[in-house]
């Protein structure tokens, strides 16, 4: 695990911090963990869709990818839905084709619908344990963390989707650190799951990392510093809305 970890240590600026882990281990709080954490895994499917759609593929197979991913966001955001009806729908049936003349095309749409796919899994898993533990979903509002970032994405391509890219990657990274750090102070069946899930949010940092690298016209360094600035800041400061990417609590 260390070694699978050293990578994020070295790319996150800061630990997330022991008050925040003390808040997120309290068995009060162990509702608002999971349902904000099942909304994490339908909000990084649905950025890489975006991503795939505004930038990949053509039109046909951008509905197909608002398809896929459909059934989640209506029982996230409508209550549709149930373990039963969305089992198995984590996997994408038709194909997604890439835009002519788009050189990072392929390899756009080859690691991001693998996150998806990753992503969507996750979600059915967490819903899963909710309903094991007896945890009723309800829908939470969006906390601070990836807007406070999104807010600086520049307006002009492609530093626009490097930049997208790079929050991409400290959003996985985070996510990454935290199931790592919190996994010993929860019970067995959340422990084994938080620790399961530290291969594929590595993998999904580094993917982002590399698309940006690759993507980019030129250097990437100055903007990693910045969003590494702008994130540590973001888990560091006073938050008083308690969520799964929220701040040291206030």
Not at 107 to 130: A, C, P
Not at 178 to 200: C, G, M, N, Q, V
Request: proline content about 4%; some cysteine; hydrophobic content about 40%.
């Amino acid at each position: 695990m260390q070694q699978l970890l050293a990578p994020i240590y070295q790319f996150l600026k800061c630990e997330t911090p022991d008050s925040w882990i003390e808040m997120a281990s309290n068995s009060d709080n162990l509702s608002v963990i999971l349902r904000d954490h099942l909304l994490c895994e339908l909000k990084a499917a649905q950025s890489a869709m975006f991503l795939i759609r505004k930038y990949a593929v053509d039109k046909e197979s951008a509905s197909r990818l608002t398809e896929w991913v459909k059934p989640y966001e209506e029982f996230a955001y409508k209550r549709i839905g149930d373990l039963t009806s969305l089992k198995g729908k984590s996997n994408i049936t038709k194909q997604v084709t890439v835009r002519d003349n788009c050189p990072y095309g392929q390899d756009l749409v080859d690691k991001m619908v693998l996150l998806i796919k990753e992503e969507l899994h996750h979600f059915y898993q967490v819903m899963e344990l909710m309903d094991k533990k007896n945890v009723p979903y309800e829908l939470l509002e969006a906390g601070r963390y990836a807007k406070g970032m999104m807010k600086y994405v520049k307006t002009f391509e492609p530093d626009a989707l490097v930049d997208k890219l790079i929050i991409g990657a400290f959003i996985e990274a985070r996510s990454c650190e935290r199931f790592a750090k919190l996994a010993p102070h929860l019970d067995a069946d959340l422990e084994k799951f938080y620790i399961s899930l530290l291969r594929s949010e590595a993998r999904h940092y580094q993917d982002y990392l590399s698309l940006a690298e690759s993507i980019s016209k030129k250097d990437i360094s100055e903007r990693v510093a910045h969003f590494a600035k702008v994130e540590a800041e973001l888990i560091l400061s006073p938050d008083k809305d308690f969520k799964f990417h929220s701040g040291t609590p206030a």
